[in-house]
């Protein structure tokens, strides 16, 4: 079967550094991504990642590696905002999306 | 742009009851999705549809149906509501699944089940 695996929940500090890591096992590959979902809110876009390697987008980053079916989002000079749950995806070989349950981040003053 | 707009955000049925969920989108994207979310799952996709008048099944299509009359609304008919129903649905559209396929989601809205 299909499956996208990542950690329930994380906690870190204002200012840190903190890597929430997302693996996958699914019938082909197209596309990786990395949503943000507020509490009580709708996803929103944050990155994408077909090929191997670093995509650098502000204070936000996310690497995938297709041989290892692995992927992470890194997230620098956390801020309380980004207390959120992020949200790992999966494009499969029917570009149908298979949905991880999603990171719960908790940042701490 | 006002993107993806739901209604209703909030409703509470009684089992048995009926109701369709309103989606639509100023974007002229052809792929719009109906998702469910549970306390604690990933998003499971209830319908599809790739345009107008076209649309299909998703992982967990029992006990709702669409249809695409527009390439601006895509409606979920809930017939015969039961307490397993009782999730917040997201509304969301592609131009396209290939490339970036960035998903816009709607607001969502919170059903409950009674």
């Known amino acids: 079967g299909q499956n996208i695996d990542q950690p329930t929940e994380m906690t870190a500090t204002e200012g840190a550094i903190v890597q929430i890591n997302c693996t996958y096992q699914t019938s082909g590959f197209n596309g990786l991504f990395w949503y943000q979902q507020h509490a009580g809110e709708a996803p929103t876009f944050l990155s994408y990642?077909?090929l191997d390697g670093l995509e650098e987008k502000g204070r936000f980053s996310s690497f995938l590696s297709r041989s290892k079916g692995y992927s992470y989002l890194l997230l620098k000079e956390l801020q309380m905002k980004d207390s959120a749950s992020y949200l790992c995806?999966?494009?499969?070989?029917?570009?149908?999306?298979?949905w991880g349950a999603g990171t719960k981040l908790i940042i701490k003053p | 742009n006002a993107g993806v707009t739901q209604t209703p955000k909030f409703r509470i049925l009684k089992i048995g009851q009926s109701m369709t969920l309103q989606c639509t989108q100023d974007?002229?994207?052809?792929?719009m999705y109906w998702y469910r979310q549970d306390p604690g799952m990933g998003l499971k996709l209830i319908y599809y549809s790739v345009g107008a008048g076209i649309t299909d099944k998703g992982e967990v299509p029992n006990g709702y149906n669409v249809s695409r009359s527009t390439t601006e609304d895509f409606p979920l008919r809930l017939e015969l509501a039961a307490p397993s129903q009782t999730s917040v649905y997201f509304c969301?559209?592609?131009?396209?699944?290939?490339?970036?396929?960035?998903?816009?989601f709607g607001e969502g809205s919170r059903l409950t089940v009674l």
């Open positions: 969301a559209s592609n131009l396209e699944t290939g490339d970036t396929g960035e998903l816009f």
């Open positions: 990642n077909v």
């Open positions: 974007m002229n994207h052809n792929y």
């Open positions: 995806a999966v494009t499969d070989s029917n570009y149908q999306l298979i």
